[in-house]
T-cell receptor
Framework: GAVVSQHPSRVICKSGTSVKIECRSL??????MFWYRQFPKKSLMLMAT?????????EQGVEKDKFLINHASLTLSTLTVTSAHPEDSSFYIC????????????FGPGTRLTVL | GQNIDQPTEMTATEGAIVQINCTYQ??????LFWYQQHAGEAPTFLSY??LDGLEEKGRFSSFLSRSKGYSYLLLKELQMKDSASYLC??????????WGAGTKLIIKP
């Protein structure tokens, strides 16, 4: 099956710093990538949908200036958490699909962010 | 609004069979997915149903009834490694996944 990687897998940072998370589709071109956030013992919460070459579509309640998404190529999307605060600590997961009418999303392994 | 319901937690015995139910109300329907998620890991794909009926894949089977807005995941010959959360997700008319809160499955020896 298709492989999606995420980097870093775990990051600890100080409050006020910015953190960049990369999501790469390794063996296919992903026209659409999705960024999720998951709190402990909760389901995935879609943050934004990222389409290559265009602006990301953010879900209601997600601050676009705080969570910057860039989908520069068909194999790479990045999520930057700007001026991170402890409440931003969470598990961030990306997934990729080959097109809008995709029957399966391929998930990255996730990034555990801890903000001190 | 859109809603996915599944039990919060279930317990079963190793070697037994367990059925995890999922009911949904969404804006349109483009398929229902089941994912398995171990603690601290990303979800892994288990099954996809878009037509009514039963899809069998090894020890796991998934059933869908679109008229009832209902699906279940059936796990047979349970193993300890099946202890995980099982997420039901429906793709709506905008091809967006709507996620259930997940069912935590506890397997006891």
């Amino acid at each position: 099956g298709a492989v999606v990687s995420q980097h870093p897998s775990r990051v600890i940072c100080k409050s006020g710093t910015s953190v960049k998370i990369e999501c790469r589709s390794l063996d296919f071109q992903a026209t659409t990538m999705f960024w999720y956030r998951q709190f402990p013992k909760k389901s995935l919460m879609l943050m934004a949908t990222s389409n290559e070459g265009s602006k990301a579509t953010y879900e209601q309640g997600v601050e676009k200036d705080k969570f910057l998404i860039n989908h520069a190529s068909l194999t790479l999307s990045t999520l930057t958490v700007t001026s991170a605060h402890p409440e931003d600590s969470s598990f961030y997961i990306c997934s990729a699909g080959a097109g809008l009418e995709v029957s399966e999303q391929f998930f990255g392994p996730g990034t555990r962010l801890t903000v001190l | 609004g859109q809603n996915i319901d599944q039990p919060t937690e279930m317990t079963a015995t190793e070697g037994a069979i367990v059925q995890i139910n999922c009911t949904y109300q969404t804006s349109g329907f483009n398929g229902l997915f089941w994912y398995q998620q171990h603690a601290g890991e990303a979800p892994t794909f288990l099954s996809y149903n878009v037509l009514d009926g039963l899809e069998e894949k090894g020890r796991f089977s998934s059933f869908l009834s679109r008229s009832k807005g209902y699906s279940y995941l059936l796990l047979k010959e349970l193993q300890m490694k099946d202890s995980a959360s099982y997420l039901c997700a429906v793709m709506d008319s905008n091809y967006q996944l709507i996620w259930g809160a997940g069912t935590k499955l506890i397997i006891k020896p």
